[in-house]
Each structure stands twice: as C-alpha cells, then as structure tokens.
C-alpha cells in the first residue's frame, strides 16, 4: 500500500486543469447500457472509480476503449447478470445500473450497499421509484431483485429528499417508460444536468432540466450519442481551497464558475480575492500579517447550497482563520471522520451531533503528522492540511484520493506543492 508524504508550509503558485467530474461520469457510463451502438463520452477522468463502473459494464457484456480523456462504449449485447456485493462494496455508484438495466432488459440484480465511512446511505428512494414505475422489487440475501414484464410505467415520483443517484437512476429507469413521469422535489446538482443532456442527445423527451421538477415523456427507442463529462466542481473548489490554505495565487482553468455559487461566495467572504471568467478561476491568497483569514460558518445543503463534498476541506481552511465558526452538515449523519485526524496536526475543533466548531488559529496553525484516510473527500483535506502544515504529513490509506482525484500529486506539483508517494 502506497502513503502520501507532504513536506508544508509553502505557497501554491501557477496553473491547474480541472479533470471531467467523476460524480457525472459515473451516471453518464451507466447511461450508455440504454441503448446499443457505440457511445462516445469526451473529458471522461480516468479515476479508480470510472475503470470500476467501465469493469461493471464489462461484465453485463459492453465492450470499451478510452483515447485519452475519451471513451467508446459500445452495449449493443447486453446481457442480463448480478452485479455482485464485491463490486458494490467497492463502490457504491454500481447500483446506478439498476435502472438502465431495467429500461433496457426489465430485469436487475445488485447487491445492495452497505453503510459506509460517511452514513448509512439507504437506497430506498430508489426502490420505492421503480415500483412506483410498475417493477417488481424483491430484497433477498443482500441483493435487489427487480423485474418487471413489458415497459416500465411512467408515474409521478415524490422525493422526501433531494437525492442525487435517485434522481439520476429514476430518469435513467424512466426515459423509455409508457406515458409521462414526473420527478418532484429532484435533486437539482449540475452532474445531473449532464445526465438529461445525455440522455437527450440519445433521443430522449425531457423538460425541467436544472429544476426540482422533472417531466419525462417516455419514448419507446434511444440511440447512441456522444456526450461531454462537466468539469469537476468538488476538484474545482478543492484546489481552489488548497491554495487560500497554503497561500498563493493560481488559476483553475477549465472549470465551470456557475457550479460552484456557494463556495465562491463564502472563500471571498473568508477574505481570499476571486475572479471568474467562463472556464476559469482566479485566486490569490496573502498569508502577511495583516491578511488574516476571517471565520465563515458553513450549512452543506443540496445544491445550490454548499456542498457536502467540500466541507471537511473547508473546515481545513476554517482552523487556519482568525476566530470561531461552526459547520453544519445537514446531508450526512457521519461526516466528521477527519476531525480527529485534523485534531492530530493541531487543530482545535469540537464537534456536537452535526454541527463543528472550528477555532481559528491563525496561519500557522497547524503542523505535519501522521494521519489516515478514511474515505474521498475526508482524504482530500488532510492533503489541504499537509500543504498547510509547517513540516512533514504522512498520510496512509490513500487509495480513497486515486476513487476521485486524477493525477492529484502531479497537479499539486505542477504548483509548487511538495508532495510525492512512498510505499507504506
Ligand atoms: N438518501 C436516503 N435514501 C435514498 C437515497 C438517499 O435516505 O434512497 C439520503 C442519504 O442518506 C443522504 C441524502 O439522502 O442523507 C442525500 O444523499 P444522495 O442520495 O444525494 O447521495 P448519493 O446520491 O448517494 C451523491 C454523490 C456523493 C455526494 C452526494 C451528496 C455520486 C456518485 N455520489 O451521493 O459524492 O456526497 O451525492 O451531494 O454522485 C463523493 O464524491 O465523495 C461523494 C460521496
């Protein structure tokens, strides 16, 4: 096993690419068992968790290959197969091909996913879809039985939550549906527009995209198509992070700033200068005396609130500040894993049910330690904090950044970052 060693305590300054978004690539590949042909998806990352859905795929009888940031996916012979605990364990996104597989075949078994490191995660928003749809679901040894004979049937589907997969997989399970479906109270997240605009370039009927209300009308055929991946806005605003954290100036490039409307707003309210232009972000970032950071609370919400991908590194940024703020997360019941980690490098923060509290330290805050991983984006600000940190961050466990961050230390070098991997 590989760890990550951070030598701190210097200024990012330069340039960066955005990669395409693992969290609308996911959606976007399931997306292709719909239809056979050959699909085309451009600015597709080349992540541990992409070549994992591609090996799913694999398995259902697609066949693929990827020409740099493009992949060809061709599932003209799908065949109906169990999508195994072994894989859903290792991702949980597998179970996005639940509802293509019912459009296309009427017929899906996969495992159901456990908890994981940040919640419980149900996937009943999911399964109460489908059935309503007319699917038969059955739950037996770990698994999700679904069959239905014939056509899915259109109906109106209420969320009792924005969610982003059941969202993506009732639009993906509805699209050749009888009739006209209805999404309401849907999750509103930009990986989802990707999806619609995927899905309407494959010939689908669509309205709402953008919106919390999602009218399907269900056409009996779809084609292949290409399609191209969004940036990723969570890589987009963990970069930008990492930089008002070490200090600096760089800009982002290839990004899209209208993804990113919280997080923005609460890096220039922290005092850190931002400008955007169409693909791009600009930051800079004074660490002299005089330019402290300010305290800005945070509440993670469904877009277009601010994300719960990017809470823990912001909370990095937060112990680097000048006075107190608290942090609430509002979408998952688990999600201050990195706390005790950040404790670790100095950190003074407390936490009670959902809500932390963050004491400012000033800049030099924090200092390099030993710490672990415990899932992506967890994992993503104890990175922020080792460049931060005066001294050397050991971070072990780091096959949880390769799920979701392309070519991470090879970016963060290209700024100046001191950072490189050793075997464990
Ligand atoms: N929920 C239910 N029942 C369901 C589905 C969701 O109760 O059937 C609850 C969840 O437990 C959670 C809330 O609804 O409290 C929202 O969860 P959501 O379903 O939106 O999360 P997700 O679709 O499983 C995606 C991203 C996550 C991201 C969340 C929230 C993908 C592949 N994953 O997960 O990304 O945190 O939306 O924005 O799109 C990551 O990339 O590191 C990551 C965890």
């Given at each position: 096993m590989e760890k990550l060693i951070i030598e701190g305590g210097k200024p990012l300054y330069g340039e960066i690419t955005i990669s395409g978004a693992k969290n609308a690539a996911l959606p976007c590949i399931a997306a292709t068992l719909l239809a056979p042909g050959e699909h085309v998806l451009k600015n597709v990352p080349n992540l541990r968790d992409t070549r994992t859905i591609l090996s799913l795929l694999e398995e259902l009888g697609a066949t693929w290959r990827r020409e740099g940031a493009t992949?060809?996916?061709?599932?003209?012979?799908?065949?109906?197969?169990e999508v195994s605990y072994d894989l859903v364990k290792t991702m949980r996104a597998s179970v996005l091909v639940l509802g293509p597989l019912l459009a296309r075949?009427?017929?899906a078994k996969v495992s159901l996913p456990g908890g994981c490191a940040i919640g419980e995660r149900p996937i009943?928003?999911?399964i109460n879809g489908f059935e309503r749809f007319g699917v038969d679901c059955r739950l037996e040894q770990g698994y999700v039985e679904a069959f239905i004979d014939g056509r899915l049937k259109g109906n109106t589907v209420y969320f009792d939550q924005p969610s982003?997969?059941?969202?993506?997989?009732?639009?993906?399970?509805?699209?050749?549906?009888?009739?006209?479906?209805?999404?309401k109270n849907a999750a509103r997240e930009p990986e989802i527009g990707n999806l619609i605009d995927m899905l309407v370039n494959m010939g689908a009927e669509i309205e709402g995209k953008g919106t919390d209300s999602i009218t399907v009308h269900g056409v009996s055929k779809l084609h292949a198509a290409e399609t191209k991946i969004i940036p990723d806005r969570i890589e987009t605003g963990t970069y930008l992070i990492a930089v008002g954290a070490a200090g600096g100036e760089a800009v982002i490039k290839n990004c899209n700033p209208l993804h990113l409307p919280a997080l923005i707003e609460k890096l220039k309210e922290s005092g850190l200068a931002l400008t955007t232009e169409d693909s791009s972000i600009s930051i800079a970032a004074q660490t002299k005396k005089g330019h402290e950071l300010k305290s800005v609370d945070i509440k993670t919400m469904p877009y277009p609130g601010y994300p719960t991908d990017l809470q823990a590194q912001f909370m990095v940024l937060m112990t680097l500040s000048n006075?107190?703020?608290v942090i609430k997360e509002t979408i998952f019941e688990n999600r201050f894993m990195h706390v005790?980690?950040?404790?670790?490098?100095?950190?003074?923060?407390?936490?009670?049910?959902?809500?932390?509290?963050?004491?400012?330290?000033?800049r030099d805050a924090l200092s390099g330690a030993r710490v672990m991983a415990t899932d992506l984006r967890a994992s993503s600000s104890l990175v922020i904090a080792g460049i931060a940190a005066t001294g050397r961050t050991e971070i072990s466990r780091i096959y949880h950044l390769e799920r979701g961050y392309e070519n991470l230390v090879a970016k963060l070098s290209n700024l100046g970052a001191r950072v490189w991997k050793e075997n464990e």
């Open positions: 992949l060809f996916i061709d599932c003209s012979d799908i065949v109906y197969s075949l009427g017929r009943n928003f999911h982003v997969t059941a969202t993506e997989n009732l639009l993906m399970a509805s699209v050749m549906a009888s009739g006209t479906t209805t999404l006075s107190i703020c005790a980690e950040l404790r670790r490098m100095g950190a003074t923060i407390k936490t009670e049910g959902n809500s932390a509290v963050v004491s400012g330290n000033g």
